[in-house]
């Protein structure tokens, strides 16, 4: 199994500059934490286990202390993060793939979130996205890294799941360095290509005596930000 | 009662989407629009029909096709409106996405029709208003043929207010 790190900073470094990225919630503070002001995460090591999971954080926070941010980059424009609405990353990203259907878009969900929504996997398969790659971080887990609720999703075969439903191609990937090494191909394969993403959960950080921080405001305006930006990105516009 | 009174032909309805510019039908389909549902499923029109499995993917995917720079109409039940509130919050009052959703006001009792709706004996019919006023959508009534035209009022209200903005058809389409 790979941890969150390794599961998602090979889609900031190999994403196509002109694609479009959706992320749910988990995926989206991880891209969040690893993405340097160029969007990317390139330089940030992506070790295994918890001991990785925690350098690499420490690192990336390292690298966005010394740089400048640059909003103007493709890779920060072309991100948008279905939050907090669960089980909305699928068929927003297929809405964006059939708009704009020489961009290649990924969509980074979560177990949790496609188990809400999992008939979008027929909604997808049939509205046949050609560049659209589907990725599922299989972790079992709700509010991963906090308090790490039970998901239903324990066994289950997500990418038996797109498969059934139709996707041109649909694997499971436990190791890091294969997911690492298989996502170029995986991006110039003719969609709907699904991947389902073996991974351990974030440790838990509650226990007795924890204080729950309030949801600050950003988490319910940033979807409006980005969808606004990720406009003006598209129609080849300024900030 | 004469039903004709209160049915908007259902290719009227294909001729008046198509005058507004919509390129997208996104629905998860309607009794009450089901003459319309066959229209759009003849084809020759150049809209492009996407039938999701949930209203909620009806309102994400509207939403992608809007961000990339299509012209979507979300069609739907009232039933289906319900089940979507939460979606319909994060992107269009949260995110402040437009949308247009045509939604049949479905198991009206026909002596309802040409009356308020919230004095309808069903409750999917009575209560679609008052939520949308709750939710701070504005809405149009299509209750006749001649109430057409608001579509087009729904369009430029999304747009103005980066909205939500809902058309209710109040009685089943006609065939003719």
């Given at each position: 199994?790979?941890?969150?790190?390794?599961?998602?900073?090979?889609?900031?470094?190999?994403r196509p500059d002109d694609s479009m990225l959706v992320a749910t919630m988990g995926a989206m503070f991880t891209f969040d934490m690893i993405e340097g002001p160029q969007g990317n995460a390139k330089g940030i090591p992506t070790l295994g286990g918890t001991a990785g999971l925690l350098i690499g954080f420490a690192a990336a926070k390292l690298v966005k202390a010394?740089?400048?941010?640059?909003?103007?980059?493709?890779?920060?424009r072309s991100r948008i993060s279905s939050v907090p609405l669960m089980g909305g990353a699928a068929c927003l990203g297929l809405g964006l793939a059939l708009a704009q259907p020489d961009r290649a878009v990924v969509v980074v969900d979560g177990d949790a979130s496609l188990m809400l929504e999992l008939s979008g996997l027929a909604t997808v398969a049939r509205a046949k996205p050609r560049k659209f790659l589907h990725a599922v971080i299989h972790n079992?887990?709700?509010?991963?890294?906090?308090?790490?609720?039970?998901?239903?999703?324990?066994?289950?075969?997500?990418?038996?799941?797109?498969?059934?439903?139709?996707?041109?191609?649909?694997?499971?990937?436990?190791?890091?360095?294969?997911?690492?090494?298989?996502?170029?191909?995986?991006?110039?394969?003719?969609?709907?290509?699904?991947?389902?993403?073996?991974?351990?959960?974030?440790?838990?950080?509650?226990?007795?005596?924890f204080v729950q921080d309030e949801m600050p405001d950003r988490q319910f305006e940033r979807m409006g930000q980005e969808a606004l930006r990720l406009q003006h990105w598209l129609r080849g516009e300024g900030v | 009662m004469n039903l004709s009174e209160y049915s908007i032909p259902g290719s009227a309805m294909l001729e008046r989407i198509k005058a507004i510019g919509v390129?997208?039908?996104?629905?998860?389909?309607?009794?009450?629009?089901?003459?319309?549902?066959?229209?759009?499923?003849?084809?020759?029109?150049?809209?492009?029909?996407?039938?999701?499995?949930s209203e909620n993917q009806c309102v994400t995917l509207a939403a992608g096709l809007t961000l990339g720079g299509k012209k979507p109409l979300v069609s739907m039940q009232n039933q289906g409106l319900y089940n979507c509130v939460n979606t319909l919050r994060a992107v269009c009052l949260d995110a402040h996405i437009p949308m247009v959703f045509l939604v049949g006001q479905f198991g009206r009792e026909y002596a309802n029709l040409g009356q308020d709706s919230r004095q309808s004996r069903r409750t999917m019919v009575r209560v679609m208003e008052p939520l949308l006023d709750a939710l701070d959508i504005p809405y149009f009534r299509l209750d006749r043929p001649s109430d057409l035209g608001?579509?087009?009022?729904?369009?430029?209200?999304?747009?103005?207010?980066?909205?939500?903005?809902?058309?209710?058809?109040?009685?089943?389409?006609?065939?003719?």
């Open positions: 199994m790979m941890n969150m790190l390794q599961a998602c900073a090979p889609v900031a470094k190999s010394v740089s400048a941010d640059d909003s103007q980059a493709d890779k920060v079992g887990t709700q509010f991963t890294g906090l308090g790490n609720l039970t998901a239903p999703a324990a066994g289950f075969d997500f990418a038996g799941a797109a498969r059934v439903a139709g996707y041109v191609h649909a694997e499971r990937i436990d190791d890091a360095q294969v997911w690492e090494q298989r996502l170029p191909a995986l991006l110039a394969m003719e969609g709907p290509v699904f991947v389902e993403l073996g991974v351990d959960p974030v440790p838990a950080r509650t226990k007795p005596g | 390129d997208h039908l996104v629905t998860v389909p309607d009794w009450v629009q089901m003459a319309f549902h066959s229209q759009m499923e003849a084809g020759g029109h150049g809209i492009q029909q996407i039938n999701a499995c608001l579509l087009d009022q729904a369009y430029e209200v999304a747009q103005k207010r980066s909205t939500a903005a809902v058309a209710l058809v109040g009685a089943p389409m006609s065939w003719s």
